[in-house]
């Protein structure tokens, strides 16, 4: 079974500041991708950014990038000069390939102050 | 594109009624996913359907829970009784299985249960 672990419950950040969010997972699979999901209040789940686990180097999507430990099974997220509108809970998730299964984290609430 | 759609978007019942709630997954979407997620937690998976067959729906509690995805597109949960325990938003989604991609979510479906 996959788990996905987020150690961090509750995270705050100033604006304009870097903010990194802790996720690992525990996996004997080997076809594995790794997604980092936004989940403002009007619930819609938003893709944030994507791993594919056969690949060494971290993906960057614009002020969002990942560290992607595969040894360690680590995938945290780096949010850079962050905007009030990143307030929200982010999730880590864990899709197994093949069949497409998608587990989540538990969650980490994120507040940006002004 | 139109997104995963969901309706309701709100739903009261008393404990022991039943509920349903229906999905219409993006078009071409073959993997159609049904999560559970209470306050506070991570989205759960209930059940996952590839076109009209299930994929996995270990979590899902079939004392109470049913779920069908005819031919291939539309789907529907149902609880039947609902317990107290049972309030969450149901989220459902959707996702190509021909090439790598994330889960696109609809809006999800509140659920109270009183």
């Known amino acids: 079974a996959q788990t996905v672990t987020q150690s961090q419950p509750e995270m705050s950040v100033q604006e304009a500041e870097t903010v990194t969010l802790s996720c690992t997972y525990d996996?004997?699979?080997?076809?594995?991708?790794l997604f980092w999901y936004k989940q403002p209040p009007s619930r819609q789940m938003i893709l944030v950014i994507r791993?594919?686990?056969?690949?060494?180097q971290n993906a960057t999507e614009n002020r969002f990038s990942v560290n992607f430990q595969k040894a360690a099974k680590s995938f945290s997220l780096k949010i850079s000069d962050s905007q009030l509108g990143d307030t929200a809970m982010y999730f880590c998730?864990?899709?197994?390939?093949?069949?497409?299964?998608?587990?989540f984290g538990t969650g980490t609430s994120l507040t940006v102050i002004p | 594109e139109a997104g995963v759609a969901q309706s309701p978007r709100y739903k009261i019942i008393e404990k022991r009624q039943s509920v349903a709630f229906w999905c219409n997954p993006i078009s071409g979407h073959a993997t159609l996913y049904w999560y559970q997620q209470i306050l506070g937690q991570g989205p759960k998976l209930l059940i996952q359907?590839?076109?009209?067959?299930?994929?996995?729906d270990s979590q899902l509690p079939k004392d109470r829970f049913s779920a069908e995805r005819l031919k291939g597109v539309d789907s529907t949960l149902k609880i039947q009784p609902a317990k107290l325990e049972d309030s969450a938003v149901y989220l459902c989604a959707s996702s190509l299985i021909q090439r790598n991609t994330e889960a696109f979510f609809g809006q999800g479906t509140r659920l109270t249960v009183v």
């Open positions: 996996t004997s699979e080997n076809n594995y991708y």
């Open positions: 791993q594919e686990a056969y690949k060494q």
């Open positions: 998730a864990f899709m197994k390939r093949p069949g497409n299964q998608f587990y």
């Open positions: 359907f590839q076109n009209n067959g299930v994929v996995d």
